[in-house]
């Protein structure tokens, strides 16, 4: 049965009249027609008795009415319930992200967003492979870098970049010295990014072009908040995201090392199944970050360190 056909029935019955029904609808009168017949050749059943000035149900007419009632009074509850969570989001969002987003960050910004809207309630979950969650039935994941296997199964957002540099801290470079150029850092204590125990190679860009520098790191772990820590604690040199360690520039716990050589700014991204309509608490949540971490990404390092001077 077509809905179509179920409000004009219910039109017809209200109105008592199918030209009266078809000016509310605004179709003609012999569109109204059309649709009972459809609909009572469907049911195998007279609805309606038609005479020249009046519309009068038949006995199954007046049942089949109820339940027609409670069927469009039921579309028209979800309806507005549609409409209210659009300008309310609201329901469970599950979300995955990167191990290289500093939970420094992101826990302000999920406190901000739950905020702003009182009715979502939030699973977070970090992990490696977002791709393999968000076929699983995970709303929104936060991807670092190249965006995975191009898959047409995603959607994607660009959140924006962070740049990256070499960071040491004084104490560290008085007691060791600091490298005078990229040829010179393997013969100190460097600490990586990364899942295991195994020689590390940073790519790193300058004006005399590209280069690639492998060493065995003294320390490799895949959290950020344990290699700045690392950093601050004069273990040694790491590359890290400005957003990480901004603060530590501005105050003086730790140096750029090699300002001229650095390596490459990583994307981030919000990436989403496109098999669905996106849910207003997911769309929220991805408007959200686009305000809020973009600037965030995009920070100059050396205009904070001055401003704070």
């Not at 905020?115 to 709303?139: C, H, K, N």
């Not at 994607?156 to 560290?172: K, M, N």
């Not at 360690?245 to 199944?273: M, N």
Request: hydrophobic residues 40%; contains cysteine; proline residues 6%.
């Amino acid at each position: 049965m077509e809905i179509s056909d179920l409000r004009a029935f219910t039109k017809v019955v209200e109105l008592e009249s199918l030209t009266k029904a078809g000016r509310i609808l605004g179709v003609p009168k012999s569109t109204i027609s059309r649709r009972i017949t459809r609909l009572e050749e469907h049911l195998g059943s007279q609805l309606i008795r038609r005479s020249t000035h009046q519309v009068t149900l038949t006995e199954q007419g007046s049942l089949f009415y109820e339940y027609c009632k409670r069927c469009l009074g039921l579309l028209q509850d979800g309806e507005r319930a549609i409409q209210n969570q659009r300008s309310n989001p609201q329901g469970l969002l599950r979300i995955v992200v990167p191990h290289e987003l500093d939970r420094s960050i992101l826990g302000p910004l999920m406190a901000d967003y739950l905020e702003a809207y009182p009715d979502v309630r939030l699973v977070s979950v970090v992990a490696s492979d977002q791709g393999e969650l968000l076929r699983s039935g995970f709303d929104v994941g936060i991807m670092a870098g190249a965006l995975p296997l191009a898959e047409s199964s995603f959607i994607a957002t660009r959140l924006g970049e962070a740049e990256y540099g070499i960071y040491a801290a004084p104490e560290y470079i008085e007691r060791k010295g600091a490298p005078q150029g990229h040829i010179d850092l393997p013969r100190f204590d460097l600490l990586a990014w990364g899942e295991a125990d195994q020689r590390a190679i940073w790519h790193l860009d300058g004006s005399q072009g590209k280069v690639a520098i492998e060493f065995k790191p003294r320390l490799i772990c895949n959290d950020l908040m344990l290699l700045r820590q690392s950093v601050l604690s004069g273990l040694g040199i790491a590359a890290l995201p400005s957003f990480v360690c901004k603060h530590d520039l501005a105050s003086g716990r730790i140096l750029e090392v090699l300002p001229a050589w650095r390596p490459p700014a990583t994307q981030f991204y919000a990436v989403f199944p496109n098999h669905q309509a996106i849910p207003p608490h997911a769309r929220a949540l991805i408007d959200f970050l686009v305000e809020r971490l973009r600037p965030t990404f995009s920070w100059d390092v050396r205009r904070y360190v001055e401003a704070a001077a």
